[in-house]
Nanobody, 114 residues
Framework: QVQLVESGGGLVQPGGSLRLSCATS????????MGWFRQAPGTPRQLVAR???????NYGDSVKGRFTISRDDAKNTVYLQMNSLKPEDTAVYYC????????WGQGTQVTVSS
């Protein structure tokens, strides 16, 4: 059974940094796509960043130039380095992978506040 375990969320001041990690277990298949979405209260879930197996990356417009996504296929892990964080980045961040279908993590809270 595929499971995703996220870590790295928390409280940070504006301008600070956080690094999220998401490790996938329970599969021997290659993961074609890994990514992060986020959802703030009362808003739809939105793309933060995703990285494809060939290395192609796309970012949501609001995080371009501040966030960096990367993956370690040997560890089935995807990372999200978040710099220059703003209060509007506050949300629950969800990891997702695509292995024949989508799988989602449980979500990790990121709060940017002074």
């Amino acid at each position: 059974q595929v499971q995703l375990v996220e870590s790295g969320g928390g409280l940070v001041q504006p301008g600070g940094s956080l690094r999220l990690s998401c490790a996938t277990s329970g599969t021997m298949e290659s993961i074609s796509t890994m990514g992060w979405f986020r959802q703030a209260p009362g808003t739809p879930r939105q793309l933060v960043a995703r990285i494809f197996s060939g290395g192609y990356i796309n970012y949501g417009d609001s995080v371009k130039g501040r966030f960096t996504i990367s993956r370690d296929d040997a560890k089935n892990t995807v990372y999200l380095q978040m710099n220059s964080l703003k209060p509007e980045d506050t949300a629950v961040y969800y990891c997702y992978v695509y292995i024949r279908r989508e799988y989602w993590g449980q979500g990790t809270q990121v709060t940017v506040s002074s």
